[in-house]
């Protein structure tokens, strides 16, 4: 299958950096996204890091409460809106999801170029934001505080409306790019199951996010013209817009995670040289969730004052979507089963996904049980759920596929031996970092505190000195990844042997993606390929 | 081990009626997640390993795509226990949303940045949440400015408190002494600051601290170091010397001379700490924003009197 690597590729023709700027291939647009993406991560993650070195004890560290309050605002927000929602989808989903399904581009090239731009306004906005003194409503906005702090909140909630308009584009181009520029045989269910990720989170986008926009614009007229929607000062409702805002993010969490399971899904396979077990359970399980993600908001709000039969209801719509991501893992880990396992570094990812995004979603159910709830809610209980889906989930996929696609993207090989002490730090450090934020949690630590007792700081320090790992595992990934852009070793079309169609191409791919028209019989044709499917 | 990680879970003392059921019904999700997460891990390290590809590996890789009846009883299998978790979680919020008859009330306001307690006889506290033990008390909550939440992590109960309406929340405390009372909802600078105390009292004794004038005769030095503490200046003003970006140190400030936002200067005498507290716009100290409330009608003369006393003896 593998094909001569050919010395004209996307990345060297055309050459310039105006052709880059003007480009309207996906592969192009995708790089962009990525690098934009990690270099916002990067800006994320100091604010995470001050954050982390202000509680090495209690009262002041290194910054005053004001301070720490437009940190954790910026952590949040530029992580949230300027990396996590973007980064899988835009990313690695505007680079492969073509080529996966064997088309040329996007079905709106255009639109996806636009959609890139329209990002940057956003994120110039959410950067004047930082200039202008920052912001202290913490990324939920939630008034009525949002109404009466003096900080920048305009700039960064218009920032959220601009780069929701570019989510927006994104998901409408692969919503029609999956309809309509399919390969010859490849039917809905030989998509591989990156691109049914990729699929439901373009539908969660492009339902979900008008409402935020509608919610931050109501937010800002009632800043600018004193408008009461919120603030019962001026006869609004404050819970109202807590309604309104995780009606769009609570959805939004799947945005950040069915990619990162899309992902999973992909390297699974790959490192097990053998067909994905439960293809069909895991592809409607990816469209059940993004279904039933628009019917749970409320669980944000059960000690928000909303009424007895809201939570209720809430509880319940809850414990429907902890099925099928619970069908999920089992299904990869079921894939392992009597395959040939290689432990190289995106499959130590996809391990390390497992292990804390499986974390991250049993302790959910401390928070769909109301009584424990009340108990838990906006405690560091809260934090370290969260950093264990987004960051133990969204994350360590993203890195799974950054190393599992590096040779596709560049044509370059990392270096296997530092890729594998990075995730080790990573692991060390992320369970260190996180896993002293549920004993903090459980013991009543509120989140969101400058300060704290002092009973809180010997786990407060662990957490602390988790981060530096965090950091280094950073720092040494991101140093051996451009150490191979100019000195690594050329990469052949399919270092891991694996079978989708991304790996039938040269690496980098041409600017045509294929030579040839691609035939596709099915997704994952390891161990006898062509026989018939028993199941699925 | 169990015990080690008993210890990690609850060491925190159970001092309502709720804690003891709240704690049992978190045991029982702790234990299903490790039920359910071990054997998951377990089995991935398990084939991980032991299917570990090595050189010159020739096995052939057995075509396995799925398998209907153990997808369904895994879905049964985790709905059953996440049901039960949802329906015990509900009885007790159930009991949380429906206080018993003949609840002893209490008014709470939460504002920037303390706490004000409102019993039914007048009595007025800040900070300090006087309890009957035994008793079920019922809370009626309100704030004048943003979102609060009232969290008392011995008694594992939480309620926002929310503007523009009144939110309750009831519980029976049943063990004596002090119990932190923490904001749980962010509210701006202070918000890690607005701490109280919910102190528990015998029934008796909480009924002559109720009706009692004031048990312990303080000097006017300590009644405005006690003002200044429960009405929580300190948040903003430290007594240490140590300068906050939310307001002016109070230590070494009577007699100074203080430069304002408007170029002018002034004395730090008696006058000017009384307008600072009962109007602070007035005179906004040069590097500092506008952001304390105003205390007109709500400390006597006689407690603003004492906080200057105090003030006075805070001396560089």
Known sequence: ?536 | MLEFLQRLKFPLPQASTFAPKVDLLYDFIFYSSVFLFIPTIVAMIYFGWKYRTKPNDNREVPYIDGHHTFEWFISAFVGVIFFIIFVWGLIGFNELHNPPAGTYEIGVVGKQWMWEFNYSNGKTTRNELYLPKGIPVKLVMSSPDVLHSFYVVNFRVKQDVVPGMYTTLWFQADQLGEHDIFCAEYCGTAHSNMLAKAIVLEPEQFKAWLQGSDPNQLTQLEIGKKIFNTRNCVACHSVTGVQTQAGPTVKGLFNRKVNLSDGTQVVANEDYIRTSIINPATHVVKGFRPIMPAFQGLLSENDISAVIAYIKSLKE
């Not at chain 1, 893992?329 to 040939?340: E, L």
């Open chain 1, 1 to 536: 299958m593998s094909v001569a690597n050919s010395d004209v590729n996307y990345i060297n023709s055309p050459k310039g950096l105006w052709s880059w700027l003007v480009t309207i291939d996906h592969k192009r647009i995708g790089i962009m996204y990525l690098f934009t993406t990690l270099a916002f991560f990067a800006l994320g993650g100091i604010f995470a890091l001050l954050l982390r070195i202000e509680h090495l004890t209690p009262g002041r560290t290194i910054m005053d409460a004001n301070q720490y309050n437009i940190a954790f605002t910026l952590h949040g927000a530029i992580m949230v809106f300027m990396f996590i929602v973007p980064n899988v989808p835009a990313a690695f989903g505007n680079f492969f999801l073509p080529i996966m399904i064997g088309a040329k581009d996007v079905a709106f090239p255009k639109i996806n170029l636009l959609s890139y731009y329209v990002f940057w306004l956003g994120a110039i906005l959410a950067v004047c934001a930082i200039i202008f003194g920052g912001v202290d409503t913490g990324w939920t906005f939630y008034t009525p505080y949002s109404i009466r702090t003096n900080t920048a909140v305009i700039f960064m909630a218009s920032g959220a409306f601009i780069m929701g308009m570019s989510s927006i584009l994104t998901g409408l181009n692969f919503i029609v790019t999956v309809h309509k520029l399919r390969a010859p045989g490849m039917t809905f269910f030989h998509l591989p199951l990156f691109i049914w990720g990729i699929y439901a989170t373009a539908i969660i986008q492009v339902l979900a996010t008008p409402v935020i926009g509608m919610t931050v614009a109501l937010l800002i007229m009632e800043r600018v013209f004193g408008i009461g929607f919120f603030d019962p000062a001026l006869g609004g409702d404050p819970i109202l817009f807590q309604h309104f805002f995780w009606f769009y993010s609570h959805p939004a969490v799947y945005i950040m995670i069915v990619p990162g399971m899309a992902i999973i899904s992909e390297i699974i396979p790959a490192f097990s040289k053998k067909t994905i077990f439960g293809y069909k359970p895991i592809a409607y399980s990816s469209l059940a969730i993004a279904f039933a993600s628009f019917i749970v908001w409320g669980h944000h709000m059960f000690t928000s004052g909303q009424s007895y039969l809201a939570s209720l209801l809430f509880s319940v719509a809850t414990i429907i979507i902890g099925v099928p991501t619970a069908i999920k893992i089992v299904n990869w880990v079921a894939t392992m089963y009597k395959g040939k396992v290689s432990w190289e570094t995106p499959m130590l990812y996809a391990m390390a996904f497992i292990f804390m995004f499986s974390i991250g979603g049993l302790t959910g159910l401390f928070h769909i049980s109301l009584a424990v709830s009340v108990h838990l809610h906006d405690t560091y209980f809260v934090v370290a759920h969260f950093h264990y889906v987004m960051m133990g989930g969204t994350v360590m996929a993203m890195l799974g596929g950054l190393h599992y696609w590096w040779p596709k993207m560049f044509g370059v090989m990392y270096n296997e031996c530092l890729g594998k002490i990075g995730a080790a730090l990573m692991f060390i450090g992320f369970n260190m970092t996180f896993g002293s934020q549920f004993i903090m949690g459980n013991l009543g630590m509120p989140r969101r505190y400058y300060d704290y007792a002092e009973r809180f700081q010997p786990l407060h320090q662990v957490s602390t000195v988790g981060s530096w790992f965090i950091a280094a595992s950073f720092l040494l990934t991101m140093s051996y990844l451009i150490y191979s852009l100019f000195k690594g070793k050329k990469a052949p079309a399919n270092p891991w042997d694996a079978k989708s169609l991304e790996w039938t191409i040269a690496s980098p791919p041409p600017t045509e993606n294929f030579l040839t028209d691609p035939v596709v019989t099915e997704p994952y044709p390891y161990g006898t390929p062509n026989k018939a499917r028993s199941h699925a």
